[in-house]
């Protein structure tokens, strides 16, 4: 396992700075506006193209805070928190919530359980959720294993019930469903041109405003930097990788993507994994559960599916892509030529 890729916390893509067209350009179209807000542990920011877009970027931002309200798991006010401190009682929640929780469940399903919002109290024993890292003894993540379990979860239209010693966490799903909501508000308000970058993850509307491809940076998860560079329409591209959090221990580095099945860090051989396809939260889910999952049954998983693309960058440095984007990717000029395999049906 290599660990100098390690060395960077950066986020996952760059939107690169073809995206967008001169801003003192005489066109209505290009006229470019953004806003940035810090919510879900990171900084978002929306940039919308053409006239009259501030109301557009206001209800966005409302939108991204009213979420972050709903789905924060510190925040006492939260519906999350609700549940998690439930004891054990039913809790109503709002729409937004109850269909993230719904997808969150079939997405357990889908990936054979590799996708697992219950296991926020594994992750916390690690430090995940505070920074106060450490190593758990095997006992202790066994006893915390016992209270983890998508199927103990009940959801009944907007009501959920979970047992009173589990907690859950939408951390792997929120952005990407944020994404995909932000987008929704900005179509209703008229915007037919935009960006959305949470940190890192991206989501589009329309293509640019000149009717190109939007070209967006995959990260370089060994270092820092883009190695490759993917033209997108509208769409969501959503990375996981164990470079985002973690921290070392005598010698041995700790991820925060844990492997539903042993609570351990997930060590499948995959560096990061990039998820292109039309819904954020699909992406999102998808990113986080290859992660876990590996490279073979990610192929398998995707031969079987109809609603996504991958780029997974292995351990050893060999990229794997799905044949549906080879013809948009393009690896970067100063990345050392590493094998790129294409994955066909
Ligand atoms: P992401 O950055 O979307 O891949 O989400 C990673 C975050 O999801 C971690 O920081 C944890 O909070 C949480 N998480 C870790 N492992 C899993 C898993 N197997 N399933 C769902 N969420 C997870
Ligand atoms: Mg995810």
Not at 61 to 78: A, G, P
Not at 181 to 188: G, M, P, R, T, W
Not at 219 to 237: D, H, M, W, Y
């Amino acid at each position: 396992m290599k660990k100098t890729f390690l060395s960077s916390v950066l986020v996952a893509i760059f939107l690169l700075t073809s995206c967008g067209k001169s801003e003192n350009s005489s066109s209505s179209k290009d006229i470019k506006n953004s806003k940035s807000v810090f919510a879900m542990d990171t900084y978002i920011t929306v940039t919308a193209y053409g006239e009259d877009t501030d109301k557009a970027l206001k209800a966005a931002e409302d939108k991204i805070t009213s979420l972050e309200k709903l789905w924060s798991v510190t925040d006492e006010n939260s519906e999350i928190y609700a549940v998690n401190h439930s004891g054990g009682q039913t809790v109503g929640v709002s729409p937004e919530t109850a269909d993230l929780l719904d997808f969150a469940l079939d997405m357990h399903n889908r990936t054979n359980g590799a996708f697992d919002i219950s296991l926020y109290p594994v992750l916390t024993a690690w430090g995940f959720t505070t920074d106060e890292y450490r190593v758990p003894s095997d006992d202790e993540i066994t006893a915390l294993l016992e209270n983890t379990g998508v199927d103990k979860i009940n959801l009944d239209s907007q009501y959920v019930t979970i047992p009173a010693d589990m907690q859950i966490d939408l951390g792997a799903v929120g952005k990407g469903y944020a994404g995909d909501l932000v987008a929704e508000e900005l179509k209703s308000n008229g915007v037919k041109s935009a960006l959305i970058d949470l940190g890192g993850n991206i989501q589009t509307v329309g293509t640019k405003p000149d009717g190109e491809k939007w070209k967006v940076g995959i990260r370089n998860p060994f270092g820092e930097g883009n190695f490759a560079t993917l033209e997108i329409g509208e769409c969501a591209v959503v990375t996981s990788g164990g470079y985002e959090r973690y921290f070392v221990e005598d010698g041995v580095t700790y991820w925060h993507i844990l492997d539903p099945k042993t609570g351990k860090p997930a060590d499948s051989g995959i560096a990061s994994v990039s998820v292109i396809g039309s819904e954020g939260r699909t992406c999102d889910a998808l990113s986080t559960s290859l992660f876990v999952m590996g490279l073979d049954k990610s192929a398998e998983l995707w031969k079987n599916s109809d609603d996504f693309e991958m780029i997974i960058v292995t351990s050893d440095g060999e990229i794997y892509i799905t044949e549906g984007i080879a013809d948009d990717f393009e690896l970067s000029s100063n990345f050392a030529e590493p094998k790129v395999s294409v994955i066909g049906r």
